[in-house]
T-cell receptor
Framework: ETGVTQTPRHLVMGMTNKKSLKCEQH?????MYWYKQSAKKPLELMFVYSLEERVENNSVPSRFSPECPNSSHLFLHLHTLQPEDSALYLCASSQGTISHEQFFGPGTRLTVL | GENVEQHPSTLSVQEGDSAVIKCTYS??????FPWYKQELGKRPQLIID?????GEKKDQRIAVTLNKTAKHFSLHITETQPEDSAVYFCAANTGGFKTIFGAGTRLFVKA
């Protein structure tokens, strides 16, 4: 695998479920991001990790919990989500966080029933 | 907080014509402005970027202009082709950890 990969690609869950999204980057980057992409809305930054430390938490509800065990892996743990949380969740990575190109994964299409 | 406005939301052009997408930003400290292209069902990919010390940058058929005084920047695509059809996002970064994206422009190039 090359670039940024995400699993699963599609996820359907009930509001009481707990699930996790996984992101892996094979680019040797030191920063990773979670974005939420909803129809006709800007990409919304959720979390930023730099050198495995969270440096940005963009007022995201606590039902979303990120984890970055090392510079290559990023998780988004989900619990008690709401239907309005249904969206495409994109992971990205970059070499540094300041004015650097971000490389995106293919996304996880999440549907909350 | 910082905001990036993008217009138009939808743009339809005939193959061979030019397309222009405009963005404005609110934070005067912004110094890096990337443009991403997202084809249907695919991930966003950087197509061009510009930094605040430059007024214009060109790469083959695409060019970006920046007016720091007015806090405007624009993407210009010349000689459009059907494969240019996609959603284009502008973005602004202040040099920190956060990149703010516009809402996107859906470009249709009619053959």
């Amino acid at each position: 695998e090359t670039g940024v990969t995400q699993t699963p690609r599609h996820l359907v869950m009930g509001m009481t479920n707990k699930k996790s999204l996984k992101c892996e980057q094979h680019l040797g980057h030191n920063a990773m991001y979670w974005y939420k992409q909803s129809a006709k809305k800007p990409l919304e930054l959720m979390f930023v990790y730099s050198l495995e430390e969270r440096v940005e938490n963009n007022s995201v509800p606590s039902r979303f919990s990120p984890e970055c065990p090392n510079s290559s892996h990023l998780f988004l743990h989900l619990h008690t989500l709401q239907p309005e949380d249904s969206a495409l969740y994109l992971c990205a990575s970059s070499q540094g966080t300041i004015s650097h190109e971000q490389f995106f994964g293919p996304g996880t299409r999440l549907t909350v029933l | 907080g910082e905001n990036v406005e993008q217009h138009p939301s939808t743009l339809s052009v005939q193959e061979g014509d030019s397309a222009v997408i405009k963005c404005t930003y609110s934070d005067s400290a912004s110094n890096y402005f990337p443009w991403y292209k997202q084809e249907l069902g695919k991930r966003p990919q950087l197509i061009i970027d510009i930094r605040s010390n430059v007024g214009e940058k060109k790469d083959q058929r695409i060019a970006v202009t920046l007016n720091k005084t007015a806090k405007h920047f624009s993407l210009h695509i010349t000689e459009t082709q059907p494969e240019d059809s996609a959603v284009y996002f502008c973005a602004a970064n202040t040099g920190g950890f956060k990149t703010i994206f516009g809402a996107g422009t859906r470009l249709f190039v009619k053959a």
